[in-house]
T-cell receptor, first 113, second 112 residues
């Protein structure tokens, strides 16, 4: 069974640009989560989508947004990129509801120059 | 979110048992105790979780104190592959928020 996949593996952007990161959950999983892992800040929760709806949001500015598609895949958009947005962005999926074990993808490494 | 406290690092010899402690003195009655680990250059992976009773699975055991203010993740025979950062996480069991709140974790080194 295929795990959580993320694309691209690496992404290099310049300040002010927009970045789009994509995530495909495990088949049958309806919940998708996004986390940011920046150097020195650890893993921080960004967004949670379930059944196409945003269910919870972490302490990030509105320029971090996303959506979940009918096939449960998801994309994370980061507008007006800043240098401190450079980080590993991890996507996780779980079965519907708030209690499921989260399965993580390998991440997208975003570098903002 | 209730806070957890873990040692920054621990060392173990291969084939020896490892006990990774976690303090969570402000845990609420509906918080589940979850453990995840992150191997180098990989995303985190689920290890085990529990509410009140001790739990065992193929990866590890979780021992929960009677007052639930602390817990211990037990790796029965550490291998080199177990070298990772281990995160103890309290997860709200009321269904209002499904996020995982990661702390700094414990970096486990396993040596031959």
């Amino acid at each position: 069974e295929a795990g959580v996949t993320q694309s691209p593996t690496h992404l290099i952007k310049t300040r002010g640009q927009q970045a789009t990161l994509r995530c495909s959950p495990i088949s049958g999983h309806t919940s998708v989560y996004w986390y940011q892992q920046a150097l020195g800040l650890g893993l921080q929760f960004l967004l949670w989508y379930d059944e196409g709806e945003e269910r919870n949001r972490g302490n990030f500015p509105p320029r971090f947004s996303g959506r979940q598609f009918p096939n449960y895949s998801s994309e994370l958009n980061v507008n007006a990129l800043e240098l401190e947005d450079s980080a590993l962005y991890l996507c996780a999926s779980s079965l519907g509801g708030p209690y499921g074990e989260q399965f993580f993808g390998p991440g997208t490494r975003l570098t903002v120059l | 979110d209730a806070k957890t406290t873990q040692p920054n690092s621990m060392e173990s010899n291969e084939e020896e048992p490892v006990h990774l402690p976690c303090n969570h003195s402000t845990i609420s009655g509906t918080d589940y105790i979850h453990w995840y680990r992150q191997l180098p250059s990989q995303g985190p992976e689920y290890v085990i979780h529990g509410l009140t009773s001790n739990v065992n699975n193929r990866m590890a055991s979780l021992a929960i104190a009677e007052d639930r203010k602390s817990s211990t993740l037990i790796l029965h025979r550490a291998t080199l592959r177990d070298a990772a950062v281990y995160y103890c996480i309290l997860r709200d069991g009321t269904g209002t928020a499904s996020k995982l709140t990661f702390g700094t974790g414990t970096r486990l080194q396993v040596t031959l």
